[in-house]
């Protein structure tokens, strides 16, 4: 049983371009989390979302983020017009579906690396 | 609002325990979790309780939580140097948002 899978693994960018970074969740799981973190930073929930619906984006910066996860396939976070500031490991996790076993639990991906030029 | 904070270094022997520690503010936190990363690696799950426990033994590990203090820890026995990493708390609600809340993690060092 594959885990939570994510590419690419790192990511270079110049400013102003778009990064796609693409994770597909664990096979069984309906639930993707997106989280940013900054070096020697923890963690940062960015947004929340199901098949075909957000949930939760209360993280996400209002302008130039975007996340989707569609009826097939993996789900995308995009950034358009990148910045430095944007420099940063994105993480997705995935979880069981509510109600169902280990739903408390939210399972990693390694991560895709973004770095701005 | 939410806050989980740790300690940001900890160095110990090989062989000896370690315990890591973890305060947060949120008195609804439901679950509480111990991930480990690994330089340029993912988060790996280690182990988590939830809130109407005090304690969780796992192999190694053992999860304390004071829930009055709102203060968690995690104890590593017979600290191997594969144990070096760093060590987030997190936190969440049992509610419809799902977030995670992580701490700034504990950088463990294990010296042979």
């Known amino acids: 049983n594959a885990g939570v899978m994510q590419n690419p693994r790192h990511l270079v960018r110049r400013r102003g371009q778009e990064a796609r970074l693409r994770c597909s969740p664990m096979?069984?799981?309906?639930?993707v989390y997106w989280y940013r973190q900054l070096p020697e930073e923890g963690l940062k929930f960015m947004v929340y979302l199901q098949k075909e619906n957000i949930i939760d984006e209360s993280g996400m910066p209002k302008e130039r983020f975007s996340a989707e996860f569609p009826k097939e396939g993996p789900s995308i976070l995009r950034i358009q017009q990148v910045v430095r500031g944007d420099s940063a490991a994105y993480f997705c996790?995935?979880?069981?579906?509510?109600?169902?076993?280990?739903?408390?639990?939210?399972?990693f991906g390694p991560g895709t690396r973004l770095l701005v030029l | 609002g939410e806050d989980v904070e740790q300690s940001l270094f900890l160095s110990v022997r090989e062989g000896d325990s370690s315990v890591i520690n973890c305060t947060y503010t949120?008195?609804?936190?439901?679950?509480l979790y111990w991930y480990k990363q690994e330089p340029g690696a993912g988060l790996q799950l280690l182990t988590y309780i939830f809130s109407n426990m005090d304690m969780k033994q796992d192999q190694r590990l053992t999860v304390l939580l004071n829930k009055k203090d709102k203060h968690l820890s995690l104890r590593i026995a017979d600290t191997q140097t594969g144990d070096s990493a760093i060590y987030f708390c997190?936190?969440?609600?049992?509610?419809?948002?799902?977030?995670?809340?992580f701490g700034s993690g504990t950088r463990l060092q294990v010296q042979p």
């Open positions: 949120d008195s609804s936190s439901t679950y």
């Open positions: 996790a995935s979880s069981p579906p509510v109600g169902g076993k280990g739903q408390e639990t939210q399972y």
């Open positions: 096979k069984g799981h309906s639930h």
């Open positions: 997190a936190e969440t609600r049992d509610t419809g948002r799902r977030a995670l809340t």
